[in-house]
């Protein structure tokens, strides 16, 4: 297959690598089988492949049917990429949207995904809700990315967080191990292993050090996952990102609050000297990694995605004035953010020797893309920053407010 069909919202033209569409089920990697449990005795190869045909591609008569996929938070910022991904690259399979539509959901970027692929079902619903989570099974596969995910709002409201990204991965472990699933994705981020200083690079083996609600939220998740299936031989595995951006990213995230404000004319705060340090990565192509991984990656694994462009805040913000052709001085030194993180890094090359997966868009030409798609769809972003976001913006910056 050549390369991936990326719509003009998504970003601009891609590096150029190609990405393979093996499928799901003849890509599936070793047998499940529990880390902690013995191999059996005797491993009749025939009835191995029976049985995990059987837990993949559930048989209809003499055709294997599609693959029915649970996605969580599916109507965020990038699980609806991912969604418009699927239906894009796996249109033949079922895929069950379970999002509670928090503010953070914009259920209308799905809009046209679910009018082209009637497969696609939106349940509004909490994944810390066993009863509804337990209704939507069977599955053959979850992918989780339901998550509170602002760092700002863990410093203000740690709570939510535990809930929605602990004990809400938890209720989705428990039915996956109760109804038996072919993989559990837990989507994570590079947070989970902390702050580094100007070098290195972090690989699956550092050791976890979260120092934000969020990010200890996360990683609490991922050893989550990575006991279940230990223990019970759920075949779960974790990748991790670093900052995502692109169209449809809610605008109290770096990027899509740059460039709204400067669309408007507003200050761009910046936390303490703006040297803080982030990868970015695109987030078609985190959504090629996810998939990657699903199909290709092994239970009890980790796997970071990195994008290999790294920034400070002031260069990044700086590049958005840049292409808005921007002359006004916008940029304003706002209060550091408490336990700001000073740089994140990954080592991806797991990913690439075992997915084949590497970022195709450069940071400087998909910048460029997003920047032009909030330019194009001032609509989408006025719509979110006129309703209750005013209130949050004024409580989070209230030296920028007039
Ligand atoms: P987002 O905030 O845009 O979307 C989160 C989605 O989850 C929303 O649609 C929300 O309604 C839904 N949700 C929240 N609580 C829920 C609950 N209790 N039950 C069901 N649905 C719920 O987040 P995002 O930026 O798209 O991030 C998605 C995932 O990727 C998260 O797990 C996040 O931790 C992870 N991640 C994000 C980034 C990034 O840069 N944005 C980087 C690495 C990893
Ligand atoms: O107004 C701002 N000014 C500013 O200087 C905001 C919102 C952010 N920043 C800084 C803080 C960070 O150094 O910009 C950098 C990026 O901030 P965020 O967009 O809030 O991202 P970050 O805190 O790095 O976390 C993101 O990446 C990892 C996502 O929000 C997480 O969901 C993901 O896990």
């Not at 990697?29 to 045909?53: D, F, W």
């Not at 029915?68 to 109507?75: D, S």
């Not at 991965?169 to 109804?179: E, I, S």
Request: charged share 25%.
């Amino acid at each position: 297959m050549g390369k991936p069909h990326i719509r003009s919202d998504e970003g601009t033209a891609p590096k150029g690598a190609s990405y393979s569409t093996k499928s799901f089920r003849a890509a599936l990697p070793e047998p499940i089988r529990s880390k902690g449990r013995p191999a059996p005795s005797s491993v009749n190869p025939h009835r191995l492949k029976r049985r995990r045909r059987a837990r993949f591609g559930r048989r209809g008569k003499g055709k294997v049917k599609a693959v029915r996929l649970i996605v969580t938070g599916g109507a965020g910022f990038i699980g609806s990429s991912f969604v418009r991904h699927l239906w894009r690259e796996r249109p033949d399979w079922e895929i069950v949207n379970l999002d509670l539509l928090t503010y953070a959901a914009d259920p209308e970027s799905l809009a046209a995904a679910t009018a082209a692929s009637p497969k696609h079902t939106l349940v509004r619903g909490d994944i810390a809700d066993a009863d509804l989570v337990q209704s939507l099974f069977p599955a053959d596969a979850v992918v989780n990315f339901a998550a509170e995910s602002h760092v700002d709002r863990s410093i203000v409201k740690p709570g939510l967080f535990l809930r929605t990204n602990v004990v809400g991965t938890g209720v989705l472990l428990d039915a996956a191990r109760k109804f038996g699933v072919g993989r559990f994705l837990q989507v994570s981020t590079d947070e989970v292993y902390g702050s580094l200083g100007a070098e290195g690079r972090c690989s699956e083996e550092t050791p976890l050090a979260p120092r934000s609600p969020y990010a200890a939220s996360k990683a609490a998740a991922d050893h989550l996952c990575l006991s279940y299936h230990h223990t019970f031989g759920v075949p779960a595995l974790v990748t991790r990102s670093s900052n995502n951006y692109g169209p449809r990213q809610f605008p109290e995230k770096l990027i899509p609050l740059l460039v709204t404000n400067a669309l408007e004319g507003s200050p761009l705060p910046i936390y303490g000297d703006g040297l803080n340090v982030r990868e970015w990565l695109h987030v078609t192509d985190n959504c090629r990694g996810i998939l990657a991984a699903l199909e290709r990656g092994r239970p009890g694994q980790v796997y970071n995605l990195g994008g290999g462009e790294e920034r400070t805040n002031l260069e990044v913000a700086g590049e958005v004035l840049r292409l808005l052709g921007a002359t006004a001085p916008l940029i304003v030194h706002v209060p550091d953010r408490l336990g700001h993180d000073r740089r994140y890094a990954l080592d991806s090359a797991k990913a690439l020797a075992e997915l084949g997966w590497r970022p195709q868009f450069s940071f400087g030409e998909a910048l460029a893309g997003t920047v032009a798609w909030y330019r194009e769809n001032e609509g989408w972003w006025r719509r979110i920053k006129s309703g209750v976001y005013r209130e949050y913006y004024a409580r989070m910056y209230p030296s920028c407010v007039s």
